[in-house]
């Protein structure tokens, strides 16, 4: 059983940053593709990044790419979200996600690719 903990969400203004980490626990980390999604009020939970086991390979939805990057450091078990030039609509939970396994696949940005989930962090992005 893995267990996944968010961390560094908060409130920031249109056009900062933040830098979201998810550190794994009771299991091998990098048996796992690692995926961030979000989920706004009142919508449904939607795909953001997904990274390889091994941190060389990532995947980022449109609506992020070129300003969010996701990133992964094996020996600290820790999966992060970096997020710059935020948005007004980048606000919603955040949650991280561990697929069992290092095949790579385009599937990996739907939800049911995901064994385990973390509780979610919340960004808040005011205009």
């Known amino acids: 059983q893995v267990q996944l903990v968010e961390s560094g969400g908060g409130l920031v203004q249109a056009g900062g940053s933040l830098r979201l980490s998810c550190a794994a626990s009771g299991g091998t980390f990098s048996s796992y593709n690692m995926g961030w999604f979000r989920q706004a009020p009142g919508k449904e939970r939607e795909f953001v990044a997904v990274?390889?086991?091994?941190?060389?390979?990532?995947m980022h939805a449109d609506s992020v790419k070129g300003r969010f990057t996701i990133s992964r450091d094996n020996a600290k078990n820790t999966v992060y979200l970096q997020m710059n030039s935020l948005k007004a609509e980048d606000t919603a939970v955040y949650y991280c996600?561990?697929?069992?396994?290092?095949?790579?696949?385009?599937?990996?940005?739907?939800?049911?690719?995901?064994?385990?989930w973390g509780q979610g962090t919340q960004v808040t992005v005011s205009s």
């Open positions: 996600a561990a697929a069992y396994g290092t095949r790579w696949s385009p599937r990996l940005s739907k939800l049911y690719e995901y064994n385990y």
């Open positions: 990274i390889n086991w091994s941190g060389d390979t990532t």
